[in-house]
């Protein structure tokens, strides 16, 4: 059980480290802390972030978690995007291979490999007409079952998907086009930064980075709103 002396600490670190929401059901269990007491530390931790303090401690759905004060998004996305965006052109690379020889593919299978929520790199993918849905799994909830296109054999230069390199070479590949270096020359055209059409905007996915470990959202009122850029 959690000395109440320490609670506030305690309580502060686990929010901190998490990032995301935690129940408070689960919290007053994990913790052995009555809800009374409780409610009181997160009493203390609403006063103290409160004001112009740049981390707010906010509620939802018997929920707490530490959000970026909204006050701040504009310059918090200013910061944090062109560092999303890198982190971006990974993200998309490793996506691509994985569908390119694991197709048909459905989301779930490609965040299984990856690790991630791809649900955003995915939908840029689909914007740019380098996968496409090609039909849906069966099974619970039939989910979609996602594809290269003809685009991205002409991206990569690959004639059918009979020719893939393996998996390393094609991410190799992947990376020369990003880089814009095609056979030693520099293409201002279809060379030009793959991600950097990459619109980065606020989206329900992965949000930038505070601390590794920690998700920085941006929150207006009492709902959840995570700033994103990914």
Do not use: W
């Not at 759905?61 to 982190?87: G, R, T």
């Not at 496409?132 to 059918?160: C, M, W, Y």
């Amino acid at each position: 059980m959690i000395n109440n002396e320490i609670l506030d600490e305690v309580l502060e670190a686990v929010l901190f480290v998490s990032g995301s929401g935690l129940s408070l059901d689960d919290l007053k269990q994990h913790l052995e802390v009555s809800q009374k007491d409780l409610n009181e530390a997160i009493k203390r931790l609403e006063k103290k972030y409160g004001g112009k303090c740049g981390i707010k401690l906010i509620r939802y759905n018997n929920k707490i978690q530490f959000a970026s004060n909204p006050d701040y998004s504009d310059i918090i996305s200013c910061v944090l995007n062109p560092i999303k965006e890198k982190e971006l052109s990974n993200a998309a690379m490793e996506t691509m291979a994985i569908i390119a020889y694991r197709q048909p593919v459905t989301r779930l299978e490609i965040e299984q490999i990856r690790g991630v929520n791809c649900e955003y790199t995915v939908q840029m993918l689909l914007k740019h007409n380098l996968i496409e849905v090609v039909g849906r799994k069966d099974g619970v909830g039939k989910p979609l079952l996602f594809g290269t296109t003809e685009n991205f054999l002409k991206r990569f230069q690959i004639a059918s998907l009979d020719q893939l390199p393996d998996y390393e070479q094609l991410l190799q590949s992947i990376k020369i086009i990003e880089r814009g270096d095609v056979n030693g020359q520099t293409n201002s055209g279809e060379s030009e930064s793959l991600y950097n059409e990459f619109e980065i905007k606020e989206t329900e996915e992965e949000v930038p980075d505070f601390l590794e470990g920690e998700k920085i959202q941006k929150i207006v009122g009492n709902k959840e709103d995570p700033q994103t850029a990914k």
